[in-house]
C-alpha cells in the first residue's frame, strides 16, 4: 500500500465580503459541490464510449478482441497514474493537478469524437486513463477538505456513490443519443469536452486547500505493502475484488456488443442499459446497505455477482435480452456492495499515520480513495491522503 505524510489543510483567509460569514460559508460549499459533480462528470466520460463500440467497430472495422484491449490500456494507464502520481497534490496543490486532468480528459474527449482509426480509440483511451488516474485520488480529496461542516463521513459517502452515479449516466446519454441523432459522437464528446474545460476553470473559484511542499519528485515513486495485521484478510478478500472488476470491465467493454450480436438488441438504448443497471443499481444498493456488517456485505455482494452471472449465461442461451437485463441488475447488487465491504472490512484496521489526528475542521489531506470507498461513514475517522492505500478502479 502506498502513504505519504499528512498535510493539515490552512484556514481559508477571510475577504473582506467574508467579515459577514457569507464568502467563508460560500466558497467551502462551492468546493464541495463542486468536487461531487466533478466526479459523477469524470465517471459519466468513462462509460459514455461504451455503446459506441459496436457502432464504431463496424464503421472502421475491428473485432471485439479490439474493443477488449481499448478497454485493457485505458484501465492500465489510470492504474499506473494512480499509483504514481496519487499523492501529487499534496505536494502542488489539488487545483493544479485537478485542472491539468481535466484539460487531458477534455482531450481525450476530442479524441473520441474524432475516432476514425484503431489508433485514434487506443490513444484516446490512453489520454482518459492518464487524466483519470491524476483526478480519482485529487478529487477525492478536495471533497474531504471541503466537507460540509468537517464531516467526513459525507464526502466518504458521495465519494463512495459518484462513480456508480457518473457510470450510469454516461451509458444511458450515450445510448440515447445514439439512437436519436445523426452525429451522435458531435452530441456527446463535444459538450462533454466543453463541459471538462469549464470543470477546469470553475476550479480557480474555489480555495485551495494544500499548500506547496517539497518532496514532490519523492511522491512519483510508489512501493505496493500490505500491513501485516491485513495481509490474510487481503487475500483472502481479493477473489471478491477482482470478481466485482472484472465483472464491471465485461459489461463496460462488451456489453453493448453482447446485447446487440447474442441477444438481437438493436436500439442503442438496449445496448447501453446493461451498464446503466450494473452501475445504477449497483450505487443505490451500496447506499441502502451502507449500515450492515462489512463481512454481511461481503457475503451478499458475491453471491449478487455469482446469482447474476448464472441469471446472465441463463439469458444468453434462451436469448432473452429482458432476462438478461434483469440478470444485470442483480449483478449490479454484487458489483456495488462486493468491493465495498471488503474495503470497509479492512480500513479500520489500516495503520494510522504516526503524525496526530487532525480536528474535524482542520482536515489533513489523508484519502482512502478505491473503486466505493467505504461505504459507511462511521469507518471514516477524519483522516484522508491523496494517495491511495489500495486501489480498485473507481472510475472505469
Known amino acids: 500500500m502506498t502513504t505519504t505524510e499528512p498535510i493539515v489543510r490552512p484556514a481559508l483567509r477571510p475577504t473582506p465580503a467574508a467579515e459577514g460569514g457569507q464568502r467563508i460559508e460560500t466558497r467551502p460549499r462551492l468546493g464541495f459541490g463542486l468536487a461531487v459533480a466533478a466526479q459523477i462528470l469524470m465517471a459519466v466520460g468513462a462509460s459514455a464510449p461504451s455503446p459506441f463500440y459496436p457502432v464504431l467497430a463496424h464503421e472502421i472495422g475491428f473485432d471485439a478482441i479490439v474493443i477488449s484491449a481499448v478497454f485493457a490500456v485505458y484501465a492500465g494507464s489510470l492504474l499506473l497514474t494512480l499509483l504514481t502520481t496519487g499523492s501529487l497534490s499534496d505536494h502542488i496543490g489539488r487545483r493544479p493537478v485537478v485542472v491539468a486532468g481535466f484539460v487531458l480528459l477534455a482531450g481525450s474527449m476530442l479524441l473520441f469524437w474524432h475516432a476514425d482509426a484503431v489508433a485514434v480509440l487506443f490513444l484516446a483511451r490512453i489520454l ?21 461542516g468537517g ?54 473559484l474555489v480555495p485551495e486547500t494544500a499548500p506547496r511542499r517539497p518532496g514532490v519528485w519523492a511522491s512519483l515513486s510508489f512501493r505496493l505493502t500490505i500491513p501485516s495485521a491485513i495481509r490474510s484478510d487481503f487475500w483472502r478478500g481479493a477473489p471478491a475484488v477482482i470478481a466485482g472488476w472484472a465483472t464491471g470491465g465485461l459489461f463496460l467493454s462488451l456489453g453493448a456488443t453482447i446485447v446487440r450480436g447474442e441477444l438481437g438488441g438493436e436500439a442503442h438504448f438496449w445496448q447501453g442499459l446493461g451498464v446503466v443497471l450494473l452501475a445504477g443499481v449497483g450505487a443505490v444498493t451500496a447506499f441502502t446497505l451502507r449500515n450492515i456488517a462489512a463481512r454481511s456485505m461481503v457475503l451478499f455482494g458475491t453471491s449478487a455477482l455469482a446469482v447474476g452471472t448464472l441469471l446472465s449465461l441463463i439469458a444468453l442461451g434462451v436469448g432473452s435480452l429482458p432476462f438478461y437485463l434483469v440478470a444485470a441488475a442483480v449483478t449490479g447488487m454484487g458489483f456495488g456492495t462486493a468491493f465495498s ?23 489533513s489531506s489523508r484519502t482512502w480513495r478505491s473503486g466505493y470507498p467505504p461505504s459507511s461513514p462511521e469507518h471514516w475517522s477524519g483522516w484522508s491522503d491523496s494517495r491511495p492505500c489500495a486501489s480498485g478502479m473507481g472510475s472505469w
Open 128 to 148: 482518459q486513463g492518464v487524466a483519470s488516474g491524476l483526478l480519482l485520488s485529487a478529487l477525492s480529496a478536495t471533497a474531504l477538505d471541503f466537507a460540509p
Open 151 to 204: 464531516r467526513a463521513g459525507v464526502a466518504a459517502l458521495w465519494n463512495a456513490l459518484s462513480p456508480g452515479i457518473g457510470l450510469a449516466l454516461g451509458a444511458l446519454v450515450s445510448g440515447v443519443m445514439l439512437d436519436l441523432s445523426g452525429e451522435a459522437l458531435l452530441d456527446v464528446f463535444a459538450p462533454l469536452s466543453a463541459v471538462y474545460l469549464l470543470i477546469a476553470v470553475l476550479f480557480f
Open 341 to 363: 465491504g471488503v474495503v470497509a472490512s479492512l480500513a479500520p484496521r489500516i495503520p494510522r499515520p504516526s503524525a496526530p489526528t487532525p480536528s474535524p475542521r482542520s482536515t
